[in-house]
């Protein structure tokens, strides 16, 4: 393949090309989601050290 | 210059963590600055937003179709006036409220992070942005919540984020099978795909993953447990964001600008939001009445009232939008309100439970003052702001056939007053427990924000007045022009 120029110049007739947007989007989702679990594992931590436990019926303090 | 709004605070977060670990005050000063500066700019954008309909900055100068865009409508500008009100009030509030907590420079960087998240929530004029800015604020949140770290915090907060990083979920699936339809994730460039195809299967599904997900995010009934947690555990700054302006913007607005302006709204939509709405409004004021503790009473009104908020919207017509975002503007200002008294109840005596709280007037006057002014409020008595958006959305309910749920409307109206009457009554009448002789009134610094907000609250109905009338006036129209909102961003 012969290197062309970018795709929204004028005159340039494209024929194949890959979306990258998903990539860009999985990218940024993944690294939201890895934001997220740290969060949620720092907090199950913080837990087990107040409720001695991971048990999620056992861990109810919260009522009403 | 529109970019300002999500940059400036979170510089101020990232400056917070380099330098206040050494300067102690510095977190605190620099977030009440940012919160200024954040509050007048919101203010110019508003009106510039009225002037010329919509103002729009392109990202790095691509336009719109294939760049990214923030946009501020009439409808953003609204929103934008609301958030940076509250914030900048909050601000003013945990100055003096946080200082029994360590630690404090980590609240104001996250503050200052959710703040960047929720403008940019706001200004957002592409799909995929609005989901990374809603997880920025969603994050902030769930850290915020668990920020006093007792038991319950933590398990509110834990609690919290799962619903939370569910209903994100549902929303970038939404997000993700819209861009596979439309292959596009610009707001005006998809509402232009959408409107020229037939709306087939997926559409529809699509439809229920949006209602699902910001359902969750603005806690409408079947998708409220969280609320009541996440809400009363929080410290009292973070609970008066949360409930007055948090649910309001990830849920609401981003509800009403994917449903209204991309996806184009249908009267089965409408009435789904109607009775999703009327359904919130009983259920949460049900269950505020049996609460004893006073934060989540106030955290179940809080459903009970953002029903009324999407009950209207779904009603549709002009008259019913102008109750709804009417009454969006009031709770925005008494429900911070009665967080910050419940806060300052806190502050003074300790305690949060109906049944150890009694003859507070005595001792806390101003407090008391403001959370009847609030009450008063939110009970809808006139000549208050709140009796002005709850008869308009009762009137429009009456003239657009739904004289049922106008009814239910009225009726839970009353029960509002009655729990809210309760709550007057035990907290601040009579005399005082031997055990609450000795408390103080709280300091100025948190009776300033107090007494502005009750300001706003008795003073709101004067935006109904024609030389305040543009600020509402813009964002019905925004929302009335429908998918037209496409042309007024790729013209």
Redesign the interface.
Known sequence: MYGRAPI?SKDQVVSNMV?P??QA?VL??IS?GL??TI??VS??I??YD??GTFDITK????K? | MLYYLVLIPLCAAFLTAVFAKWRKPFGCLLAILTALILFFSSLGFCHAAILHKAIIYRVGGWAPP?GICLVVDGLSGFMLVIVNTVSLLVMLYAFRYMQRFTDKWKFYALFMLMLAGMNGVIISGDM?NLY?FM?LAS?SA??LV?FG????D??????Y??MG?LA?LFI?LGI?LL?SHA?T?NMADMAVALSGRPSGVLLVFVTVLFLAGFGMKAALVPFHAWL??AHS?APAPVSATLSGVFIKTLGIYALLRVFFNVIGISSQILSILALLGIISMALGAF?AI????IK?MFAYSSISQVGYIVFALGIGTPLAILGGLFHLFNHAVFKPLLFMDAGAIEYSTGRRSLSGLGGLNTRLPFTGSTSLIASLGISGIPPLGGFWSKLFIIMAAAQAGYFGMAAIAALISIVTLAYYFKFQTIVFSGAPDTSLREIKEVPLTMKAPMLVLGLICILSGLLLLPAFKPFLQAAIDSLRSGIAYKDTILR
Not at chain 2, 149 to 152: D, F, L, V
Not at chain 2, 154 to 159: H, I
Not at chain 2, 290 to 293: E, F, K, L, N, Y
Request: glycine share 2%; charged share 25%.
């Open positions: 929204f979306d947007l998903p989007l940024i989702t939201v934001a997220i969060v949620l907090l199950a913080r837990i107040k409720f861990i109810r303090r919260l009403g | 294939l995929f990374v997880e994050l769930y850290c668990a770290t007792k038991a319950e933590l398990e509110a907060a834990f609690k984020a799962i990083s994100s970038l993700a861009y292959s994730l009541a947690d555990s269950l049996a609460q004893d503790d989540r």
